[in-house]
C-alpha cells in the first residue's frame, strides 16, 4: 500500500510527474480537477456547482471535493495505493484525510515561482480522456496538436486565459501554499506522518522524475 501527495501550484508538474509514478508503482492518478472536469463534461449536478468556481479561478467546496475523493478511493483499483495529484489543496481537506484515518506515506512538493507558472500554464495542451499533458515548447506531442497514443486531439483548458491564471495563483498563495508548512511539520515530528520531500520543479521534467522516483524507491 502506499498513498502519495503531490503539492505544488498549478503548472508545477504534477500532472505530468503523476503519470511516471503511476506507471513505476502500479498505482492510479487521483486528479480532482480531472474529475471534476469530467463532471463537467457530463453535465451532473456536481459538474453544474463546479464549473463557475472553476472558471473563475477559486476552489470548490470541501465537502464536495471530500465527498468525491472518499468515493473515488473506495473503487477496486485503489487496492494498493494512489497517487493524489491536486488534493488536498486546503487545510481542512488535508484534516478530513487524517479524520477518516487515510494514511498518506509521501507528499511530493514540486516547486516553482510564480512568472514560470503563466508561460507554462498558457502553453499546456491536454488530451481529456487520458489525462495527459504536454506543452507546446517543452514537450511537445510527436504530432502537433494530437496526443501521441490514441491519435484524438488535444484540448487547452477554459482556466489557461492569463487573468484566470493570475486569479488561480491567488488562490494557491491564499489556501493552498501553507500546506507545505503543514506537512513539513507533521514530518518531522514522525510516528504515523507522511514522509515530505522537496523538488526543484525548474528543472527538467526528465530531472525532476529521476529524481521524486529515487526518493520514493
Ligand atoms: P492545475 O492542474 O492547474 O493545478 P487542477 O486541474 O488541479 O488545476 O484544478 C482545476 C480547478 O479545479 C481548480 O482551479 C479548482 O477550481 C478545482 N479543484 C481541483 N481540485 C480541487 C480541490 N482539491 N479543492 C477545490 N477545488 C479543486
Ligand atoms: P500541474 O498538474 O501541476 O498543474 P502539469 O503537469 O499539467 O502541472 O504541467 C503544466 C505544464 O507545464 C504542462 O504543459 C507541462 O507539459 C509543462 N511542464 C511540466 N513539467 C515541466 C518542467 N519540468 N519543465 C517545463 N515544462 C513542464
Same mark, same amino acid.
Given at each position: 500500500?502506499?498513498?502519495?501527495?503531490?503539492?505544488?501550484?498549478?503548472?508545477?508538474?504534477?500532472?505530468?510527474?503523476?503519470?511516471?509514478?503511476?506507471?513505476?508503482?502500479?498505482?492510479?492518478?487521483?486528479?480532482?480537477?480531472?474529475?471534476?472536469?469530467?463532471?463537467?463534461?457530463?453535465?451532473?449536478?456536481?459538474?453544474?456547482?463546479? &464549473?463557475?468556481?472553476?472558471?473563475?479561478?477559486?476552489?470548490?467546496?470541501?465537502?464536495?471535493?471530500?465527498?468525491?475523493?472518499?468515493?473515488?478511493?473506495? &473503487?477496486?483499483? @485503489?487496492?494498493?495505493? @494512489?497517487?493524489?495529484?491536486?488534493?488536498? #489543496?486546503?487545510?481542512?481537506?488535508?484534516?478530513?484525510?487524517?479524520?477518516?484515518?487515510?494514511?498518506?506515506?509521501? /507528499? /511530493?512538493?514540486?516547486?516553482?515561482?510564480?512568472?514560470?507558472?503563466?508561460? #507554462?500554464?498558457?502553453?499546456?495542451?491536454?488530451?481529456?480522456?487520458?489525462?495527459? /499533458?504536454?506543452?507546446? &515548447?517543452?514537450?511537445?506531442? &510527436?504530432?502537433?496538436?494530437?496526443?501521441?497514443?490514441?491519435? *484524438?486531439?488535444?484540448?487547452?483548458?477554459?482556466?489557461?486565459? *492569463?487573468?484566470?491564471?493570475?486569479? #488561480?495563483?491567488?488562490?494557491?498563495?491564499?489556501?493552498?501554499?501553507?500546506?507545505?508548512?503543514?506537512?513539513?511539520?507533521?514530518?518531522?515530528?514522525?510516528?504515523?506522518?507522511? *514522509?515530505?520531500?522537496?523538488?526543484?520543479?525548474?528543472?527538467?521534467?526528465?530531472?525532476?522524475?529521476?529524481?521524486?522516483?529515487?526518493?520514493?524507491?
Amino acid at each position: 500500500m502506499m498513498r502519495i501527495i503531490l503539492l505544488g501550484p498549478p503548472g508545477a508538474g504534477k500532472g505530468t510527474q503523476s503519470q511516471f509514478i503511476s506507471k513505476e508503482f502500479g498505482i492510479p492518478q487521483i486528479s480532482t480537477g480531472d474529475m471534476l472536469r469530467s463532471a463537467i463534461a457530463e453535465g451532473t449536478e456536481l459538474g453544474k456547482q463546479a &464549473k463557475g468556481v472553476m472558471d473563475a479561478g477559486g476552489l470548490v467546496s470541501d465537502d464536495l471535493i471530500i465527498n468525491l475523493v472518499k468515493e473515488r478511493i473506495s &473503487k477496486p483499483d @485503489c487496492a494498493n495505493g @494512489c497517487i493524489f495529484d491536486g488534493f488536498p #489543496r486546503t487545510i481542512a481537506q488535508a484534516e478530513a484525510l487524517v479524520d477518516a484515518d487515510i494514511k498518506i506515506d509521501h /507528499v /511530493v512538493e514540486i516547486s516553482v515561482p510564480d512568472d514560470e507558472i503563466v508561460s #507554462r500554464l498558457s502553453g499546456r495542451r491536454q488530451h481529456p480522456a487520458s489525462g495527459r /499533458v504536454y506543452h507546446v &515548447k517543452y514537450n511537445p506531442p &510527436k504530432v502537433e496538436g494530437v496526443d501521441d497514443e490514441t491519435g *484524438e486531439p488535444l484540448i487547452q483548458r477554459d482556466d489557461a486565459q *492569463e487573468d484566470t491564471i493570475r486569479d #488561480r495563483l491567488k488562490t494557491y498563495h491564499d489556501q493552498t501554499a501553507m500546506l507545505g508548512g503543514f506537512y513539513q511539520d507533521k514530518s518531522k515530528a514522525g510516528g504515523d506522518a507522511p *514522509e515530505y520531500h522537496q523538488f526543484d520543479g525548474t528543472q527538467d521534467i526528465d530531472v525532476v522524475k529521476e529524481q521524486i522516483l529515487s526518493t520514493l524507491k
